[in-house]
């Protein structure tokens, strides 16, 4: 009996310790869920804010007790242009033109080059991929258009196994993915269907890249180092080599198969300079002045922030409604946004080495000031 009466007070005593864990988790739960619960709130709330901010009040939020934040914030206007620097707290900083990744921004200097063989009679919009590159028969595969437009049915990426290692050592996610293994994403995949809506694919544009060394017999790397700089003339912008005055740039390999989404590197001077072309170079205007696609792709998130996405062209978007053609990237600790519009003859251009996820991000800020200089 003393035995079990013993064995009864210990499952007893287990059993209120268990209830007493359970009610510590429930409680520990309903925490969580009541702090997720307010910070989802508090995110709600300031979203309503942010459209009736001005540029000056959005760049201010943006910097605020944020010691790392270096802006740089740039104007095309009347033929002229000019750019400032901020710090934290909003602080104005010396002229310097500071090295930034410039994320998806890279995508136009990969679709130029794609406009440049198209112009040189090199391919066509409407060629498929399989008429450029070695893949098997009897699958239905995207065109050039499909793929600069982001409606060729491809996910922004697929699973490779040292994305597992980018992610433990916190890299960037693309670092060590081959162009053998875009090669076989490609034949595994296999679609009927013909019509697509718009989703953006970071692995659409590794396939460009691909098309591009096919024709030219040249890496990626080369091409687009080489059109940059012999005949954009634009010195300071390249594929990344990590070299720069700024801090926390991503590591890529020179051969790295999704260096056309997002590999190029550049400053504020460059920019404006590339912004200035696409305002008054013939050979640019003719390559972006009309969309390809309509798309209707505005997010909930940014028609409460008045972006729009209406339409694409050569990997441009088309705001309609507020008449501005923009593009922005985002990396691990870079964001960045041009938006122009040929009309006015305005752009603006945006690098900050700040996450996307930092309070506002560049596309946010360029698109107010956008419409502040065209009042």
Known sequence: MKIVGEIKVNNATKKHKTNIMIACIALLLFVVILSGTALSLYAKNMMKKIPALSFDEALAYTLKDNEEALITVGIVQGGQHSFMVYGNNGEVLSSQSHTYEIGSLTKT??????????????????????????????????????????????????????????????????????????????????DSDTSHAFEYSNFGY??????????????????????????????????????????????????DAYLPAGGIVSNIDDMLEYAHMLLD???????????????????????????????IGMAWIFDEQNDIIWHNGGTGHYNSYLGFDGESKTAVVILSNLSPDTRLPSTVLGVKLMKELRK
């Open 206 to 255: 590794a396939v460009l890249g691909l098309i591009l060394e096919e024709i030219h017999d040249h890496t990626y790397a080369f091409l687009v180092d080489e059109f940059i700089q012999h005949e954009l003339h634009l010195q300071n912008t390249r594929i990344t080599d990590r070299q720069g005055d700024l801090s926390n740039y991503w590591d890529w390999n020179v051969d």
């Open 109 to 190: 200097f990969t679709a130029a080059l794609i406009a440049k063989d198209v112009q040189e009679g090199r391919l066509a919009l409407e060629d498929t991929i399989d008429m450029h590159l070695s893949l098997p028969k009897e699958t239905v595969y995207p065109t050039i258009a499909e793929l600069l437009t982001h409606t060729s049915s491809y996910k922004p990426y697929y699973f490779e196994w040292p994305m597992v290692g980018n992610f433990l050592t916190r890299k960037n996610d693309f670092y060590g993915i081959t162009k053998d293994m875009v090669k076989k994403k490609i034949s595994s995949l296999h």
């Open 281 to 311: 170079d013939e050979r640019f205007s003719m390559m972006f002045s009309k969309p390809i696609k309509k798309i209707n792709a505005t997010s909930n998130r940014y028609e409460m922030l008045d972006i729009h996405m209406d339409f």
